[in-house]
DNA sequence: AAATAACACTAACAATCGTTAGGGCAAAAG
DNA sequence: CTTTTGCCCTAACGATTGTTAGTGTTATTT
């Protein structure tokens, strides 16, 4: 069939990975097949464990590459000194523009993660549940300095991350708004609900 | 292994359904297996195929036994004459309620439905567009009425039903506060942002 | 009690799955 | 140019998948 073509610097496997996260978010980890893939990626299907592992290792890329993404912000996030309105602002922000730039990978990785095998799946759930409770300790910073109204911290969190997770729908359809439109109405919405 | 056991006037294939709904929504519809599901049932896999026609029969009996039960609500509550918002809020607290109380089939028509088969998987498909801009119409004319603030119709429905299948999450914590006070915050945060 | 229908079993099928082995060719290094 | 390395191929493996055929057993009806 040919080589892989690699863009830039890319490696072989970075672009496995990449057709890979499409390919997952289209059709579930589960029912996507390695020969599917190598069709997408112009390979056979054996060819590909040149580069890979296995196809667990794949699932495991693509989360733990968007995973340490968001770490990453919220370490940066809490460390800047602005109100914790401005902080929950700006960290849907940079969740929604995820979702829209990184759209699949970071679908995949909300998605899919249930298949990951051990010791990953462990830590992925970890990491989860560590980045919500951080999240969720800026909503009551702001409820007690009475920015935010008098909610469950816990069931806001869940709140904006599903709906974030919602972009999904947008970019199914036809007819969308444009990426900061988008942005525009979902902070509208979201920041609009936590405010006294 | 014996008999399947049906409770009061339920049959045998409604079991089975229930059983499905659970494990699909645990493993995800392709990684559950006919065999894990006739485990689960407490009969041979084979034994399955006296009472359904298929795997995918199971889906589609899931996926639209919800879609209607939804459908059905609309139904009568646009012929209400109340606020555009307090149609909204009870829509809200419809699905709240669902996502809660019928959790399993719930979950897996909002997150299996794409591995439906054809004719089913279009039909689905054109009811639930059919269902959001039904939704997105009342939010419009609270816009209209000025009772909602003005946003992008689309960006709202978005945001309410992916944040109440985040409802999920709330199904897995460990301490969880309770159905109502979930309901309530929800309500909170999600009607509060629409309003003006 | 006899006949019928409903249901569960064992065994097996064809298809598809992820993955490995081994060989050949092209690019890179010497 | 020669050697080595990287990459892709074909072929095949063992496991698992959904499902069917055929037979026996239990419950229901006559």
Redesign the interface.
């Known amino acids: 069939m040919g080589r892989i073509k690699t863009d830039n610097n890319a490696s072989r496997k970075d672009v496995i990975i990449e057709k890979a996260a499409i390919l997952f978010k289209e059709?579930?980890f589960?029912?996507a097949s390695m020969r599917e893939l190598a069709d997408v990626v112009g390979v056979e299907a054996a060819s590909l464990y040149n580069h890979i592992k296995s196809k667990n290792e794949l699932l495991h890329e693509i989360c733990f590459s968007v995973a340490n993404r968001y770490n990453q912000k919220l370490e940066l996030l809490e460390a800047e000194s602005v109100s914790s309105l401005q902080k929950v602002e700006n960290l849907l922000r940079f969740h929604i523009d995820g979702m829209v730039h990184h759209f699949e990978e970071v679908f995949v990785s909300d998605?899919e993660w249930?298949?990951l095998s051990e010791p990953y799946l462990s830590n992925f759930q970890n990491q989860r549940r560590s980045y919500r409770k951080r999240f969720a300790a800026i909503i009551e910073e702001g409820i007690k300095n009475k920015e935010i109204?008098k909610?469950?911290a816990?069931?806001?969190v869940?709140?904006m991350?599903?709906?974030?997770?919602?972009?999904?729908?947008?970019h199914r359809?036809k007819q969308k708004?444009s990426g900061k439109?988008?942005e525009e109405?979902?902070i509208?919405?979201?920041?609009?609900?936590?405010?006294k």
Chains 1, 2 share one sequence.
């Open positions: 059709k579930g589960k029912a998605r249930k298949h109204k909610i469950d816990t069931t806001a869940l709140i991350f599903h709906a974030i997770s919602g972009i999904e729908s947008w359809s708004i439109e988008l109405n979902m509208a919405i979201l920041v609009g609900g936590l405010k």
